[in-house]
């Protein structure tokens, strides 16, 4: 089992839908967790970080449920320029930064 | 203005050559990263380095070396060992602490013909 993993894509939505992406991870001691937004071709850059609370940045809202080992990114109103791929990271106690394999969203006009 | 910088930009080699991609960062991070990806994929860490002169080998460290003499160098070398070097090159530095972010220089995308 890989120990990040996230939902398969890619997601192929109108603009103005909700997509929601998630990801699992298998270490339990895992402490921090973020989503990142990479476009073809170029580094990824940090979307948001994730709290134990929830939080959320304008149209973009992560959750964390750490009983489920579950994270999840939901995006409102998308927009063309949403079209990317979106990484999940799990950073473990021993300070070890863990990617999933990451999720294309294509939105069509 | 403060950031990662990777060179080259773009490199092409011979099979059996070794190449070695600079990384060089003035964020005054304590720890750096290397990952590759490949088409399609995630990004696999190669290599990591929590403090000067000390490091860890990552999930595919195998066929690749590295050094941190510096706190602002990780230089990771692919040795002709590394049965498959064409991919995307990516170094990264985070801020201290359990809620650091990820600083990624723009990569460096080697081929190997």
């Known amino acids: 089992r890989k120990e990040v993993e996230q939902d398969p894509g890619p997601f192929n939505v109108p603009e103005g839908a909700t997509v929601a992406f998630n990801c699992t991870y298998s270490?339990?001691?895992?402490?921090?967790f973020f989503w990142y937004r990479q476009d073809c071709r170029k580094e990824p850059k940090l979307l948001m970080s994730?709290?134990?609370s929830g939080n959320e940045d304008g149209r973009f809202t992560a959750q964390l449920n750490r009983a489920s080992q579950y994270i999840s990114l939901l995006i409102r109103d998308s927009k063309l320029s949403d079209s990317a791929t979106y990484l999940c990271?799990?950073?473990?106690?021993?300070?070890?930064?863990?990617f999933g394999q990451g999720t294309e969203l294509s939105v069509k006009p | 203005d403060g950031g990662i910088t990777q060179s080259p930009k773009y490199l092409f080699r011979k099979e059996g050559q070794n190449v070695t991609l600079s990384c060089e960062q003035n964020?005054?991070?304590?720890?750096m990263y290397w990952y590759r990806q490949d088409p399609g994929q995630g990004l696999r860490l190669i290599y990591y380095?929590?403090?000067?002169?000390?490091?860890q080998k990552g999930d595919i460290a195998e066929g690749y070396s590295v050094s941190r003499e510096k706190k602002e160098s990780f230089p990771l070398t692919v040795t002709s060992a590394q049965k498959n070097p064409t991919a995307f090159y990516l170094c990264?530095?985070?801020?201290?602490?359990?809620?650091?972010?990820?600083?990624f220089g723009e990569g460096s995308r080697l081929t190997v013909l």
């Open positions: 990264a530095s985070s801020s201290p602490g359990d809620t650091g972010e990820l600083f």
């Open positions: 270490n339990s001691a895992s402490q921090s």
């Open positions: 994730v709290y134990s």
């Open positions: 990271v799990v950073k473990n106690q021993g300070g070890k930064l863990i």
């Open positions: 964020l005054n991070h304590d720890a």
């Open positions: 380095s929590q403090i000067v002169n000390d490091f």
